[in-house]
């Protein structure tokens, strides 16, 4: 306090940025733009972490103090991260969230509750108009998204309700469900109810008869210290209170993502048209964009390999030089490859924040550096377990320490199969990395993530086909690397 | 040079010396002979500290070898194994000039320590840089004789070091390396299984079986005065090498 006090007026809003995040759908993304420009107009410097990949993510980073806000759904709180505690409505939702010194909105003016559809056509020729109809129908081929599959008021909860008897049901990534859907792959999926596609696929929402869904009034959950850091700027999120309304959101969404605006451009528009705030957008060419992907991915590549090396290589150093310690060694990175890459990003958010404020690459370095070791320190140590027992004798009898027998003889000797875990480990990583989209890391991941939430394969091979390419230039990169690593004499053929 | 006293050591459940005392004369040819996995090579790999005796202690010049010194004692000794043992990585040169870079040796005295050995083993100066890989078996061999003498050790510790190679090399590299051993006037020990050879290079012979020494004398004493049933038979089963060697006094 003593020291906010001293500080010079606005100094403290300078070096702290509003940290925005947003969910991996149009939405999510155009609602925290909106208030990314209120923020910038207030005069504040922000940043939105984009297309957070899941609610627990975006609920965990902002806990951690990694985001200061993002837009949430009332429903999502009540089921999802408050599931099973029967908290419902806005006062009761405000109440829980103060003990995380949190605090919320009130409704933007929507209510994007989670509706079940299916093409028009086919629901008016089964003759299917609320969701009681379908248990009718048990052969239809129905999948959710794998949020629906997990919610407490998702399918089981839904199937008992209305007693569904389709079997097989399962889960799906929610932007694949639309394609599948449109081919006549799958039948019946979830929607949102301000869905774009709704109306460029031409689905059906099936009533919901029984009034199975909570409601899902969209909201901002921002951490409570942002009243005092920015007043003005807290007074401006209350004013977008009931400012939007269901029509105006769905053509907001249908904007982005049927005439291919960025949710930026709407997101200013939008003010523009309400409250008069001009906002600079500066669109960037799909060139830059490509650059700025490819930088960011190498960095997170580069950063991540290098530490595993640092790391790495040592280790198995320790587990070829003291055999009781190889399986512990050995066995502790092999457990890190068996834990999901999603759950470990989750899991990195907290520990990883205490070291760095970013939100994204930081987290997705680490993971990528987990990976990475076990290519590194299982080759390092099968590298130097492989030198002949003469070899290394004949070193020993030369009387040379320990440690220049380290440096001239083995690590030579092991070095193509050191090389060898390297490449493994650098190759894939430049795949892996692309996982970075799914916490705000950037690289091409992001075109990756955010094609499949627009459905628009032109942006998902922005980022698909660089990543592809690069994970060949890197292994062609290797096979130079290799000549310049690996002694002459081990590569070059014998002559009996 | 070396005392061995009541030298055992176990592999599992392999004796490979029982109770062995030794010594080796100063100056002199030792010859480790004995059948295939009786322990020559384990003795030698004693002498130079790269295993531990289970029992008793080895002494080179009148110091008890432990982990403390071996390093140090290491490089009074050379040592050569059966296929030469060179890194692959390195040339001839590299292999050779190892340790002495690594003491500080200057480029001038590494030069000159080269040029010596490289006349006294006959070796073409032009495989000096060349791989291991890209050198043939004998040259390889001298390679690893220049090693092993380039720190001027007392002694020169060698294990089968002609035993990978063809018979018409072989006996001409066995001449070369008897004037070499000659010239040197060092403490050689040497481990072969061909009875001809050892009477060829040694002063004295030592006779093994079973990790134990049956024997220990000249060639001459092999033959005419054996110690027991298992000399005689050793001698008689190589026979024919015997007759080829007896136009040669030992
Ligand atoms: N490192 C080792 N581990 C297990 N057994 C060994 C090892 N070294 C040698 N031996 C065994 O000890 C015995 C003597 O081996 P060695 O001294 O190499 O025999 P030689 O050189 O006379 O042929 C053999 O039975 C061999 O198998
Ligand atoms: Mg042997």
């Not at chain 1, 199975?212 to 007074?235: M, N, W």
């Not at chain 1, 992001?446 to 994970?471: C, K, M, S």
């Not at chain 2, 790999?45 to 531990?52: C, E, Q, V, Y």
């Amino acid at each position: 306090m003593v020291c906010l006090a001293l500080a010079p007026p606005g100094l403290a809003g300078e070096s702290a940025p509003v940290r925005i995040g947003s969910k991996a759908f149009t939405e999510s993304v155009i609602l925290a733009d909106i208030v990314a420009h209120l923020a910038k107009n207030d005069g504040l410097e922000t940043e939105h972490v984009k297309g957070l990949g899941g609610t627990r993510l975006l609920w965990e980073a902002l806990l951690a103090g990694k985001i200061d806000i993002y837009p949430e759904y009332t429903g999502t709180l009540s089921e999802e991260i408050f599931a099973g505690q029967g908290i419902r409505g806005v006062p009761a939702l405000r109440e829980k969230l103060a003990e995380f010194s949190l605090t919320m909105t009130d409704s933007l003016g929507f209510n994007n509750t989670y509706v079940i559809g299916m093409k028009e056509e086919l629901a008016t020729k089964l003759g299917i108009r609320s969701i009681s109809d379908l248990g009718e129908h048990p052969d239809l081929t129905v999948r959710f998204s794998n949020e629906f599959m997990k919610r407490a008021d998702g399918w089981d909860a839904l199937a008992r309700r209305y007693r569904l008897p389709h079997r097989d049901v399962r889960g799906l990534e929610h932007a694949l469900a639309y394609e599948a859907l449109d081919k006549g792959v799958i039948q019946v999926t979830d929607l949102y109810a301000t869905d774009a596609k709704i109306r460029k696929l031409q689905l059906r929402r099936l009533e919901d008869n029984l009034i199975h869904f909570p409601k899902y009034h969209a909201v901002f959950v921002y951490r409570t210290d942002l009243e005092q850091r920015a007043p003005d700027f807290a007074a401006a999120l209350r004013s977008l209170e009931t400012a939007i309304d269901e029509t105006a959101m769905t053509s907001m969404n249908a904007r982005v993502e049927l005439d291919g605006r960025s949710e930026e451009h709407v997101a200013a528009v939008f003010l523009d048209r309400e409250r008069g705030i001009q906002s600079r957008v500066r669109e960037r060419s799909v060139t830059e964009e490509i650059a700025r992907y490819t930088l960011e991915h190498l960095h997170m590549v580069v950063v991540s390999l290098a530490g595993a090396m640092l790391v790495g290589i040592p280790l198995g150093v320790l587990a070829a030089r003291k055999l009781g310690l190889a399986q512990p060694i050995l066995g502790a990175v092999g457990i890190i490859q068996t834990i999901p890459s999603i759950a470990l990003l989750v899991l990195l958010i907290r520990p990883v924040g205490y070291f760095s404020d970013e939100l994204g690459f930081p987290q997705a370095v680490v993971a990528l550096f987990l990976y990475s070791l076990l290519p590194i320190v299982r080759n390092t140590y099968t590298g130097l377990r492989g030198i002949s027992p003469q070899l290394y004798e004949s070193a020993v009898a030369l009387g040379l320490p320990p440690s220049v027998r380290l440096w001239r003889i083995e690590l030579p000797l092991a070095s193509r199969m050191i090389l060898a875990g390297v490449k493994t480990a650098a190759v894939i990583n430049v795949g892996f990395a692309t996982l970075g989209g799914f916490i705000g890391a950037g690289g091409f991941g992001e075109p990756i993530f955010a094609g499949i939430r627009l459905n628009d394969y032109g942006v998902i091979l922005q980022g698909a086909i660089p990543a592809a390419v690069l994970a060949l230039l890197v292994q062609g990169l290797f096979e130079f690397v290799d000549r310049m690593v690996v002694p002459k004499g081990l590569r070059i053929e014998p002559i009996e | 040079m070396f005392e061995l006293s009541d030298i055992s050591k176990r592999f599992g459940t392999t004796e490979a010396a029982r109770a062995i005392d030794l010594t080796v004369e100063p100056g002199k040819t030792t010859v480790f002979i004995g059948p295939s996995g009786c322990g020559k090579s384990t003795l030698l790999r004693l002498m130079i500290g790269l295993i531990r005796p289970d029992t008793g202690r080895v002494r080179y010049r009148g110091e008890t070898l432990s982990p403390q010194n071996a390093m140090r004692l290491r490089r009074k000794m050379g040592y050569v194994i059966q296929d030469g043992g060179l890194f692959p990585h390195l040339t001839g040169r590299g292999n050779i000039a190892l340790t002495a870079r690594f003491l500080g040796w200057n480029a001038e005295r590494i030069t000159a320590r080269m040029d010596e050995l490289v006349s006294l083993t006959h070796f073409p100066t032009d495989g000096l840089d060349r791989y291991p890989a890209h050198l043939s078996g004998g040259q390889r061999q001298r390679v690893s004789l220049m090693r092993a003498l380039m720190l001027d050790p007392d002694v020169l510790l060698m294990d089968e070091p002609l035993g990978s190679l063809d018979p018409m090399i072989r006996s001409k590299l066995q001449a070369e390396l008897r004037a070499i051993y000659r010239a040197l006037g060092k403490t050689v020990v040497m481990v072969t299984h061909d009875l001809a050879e050892a009477g060829y290079f040694g002063d004295t012979i030592v006779l093994m079986r079973e990790g134990r020494i049956v024997q220990v004398g000249s060639f001459r004493d092999l033959i005419d005065s054996p110690a027991d049933a298992f000399v005689t038979d050793f001698v008689h089963a190589q026979r024919s090498p015997l007759e080829a060697t007896q136009g040669v006094t030992p």
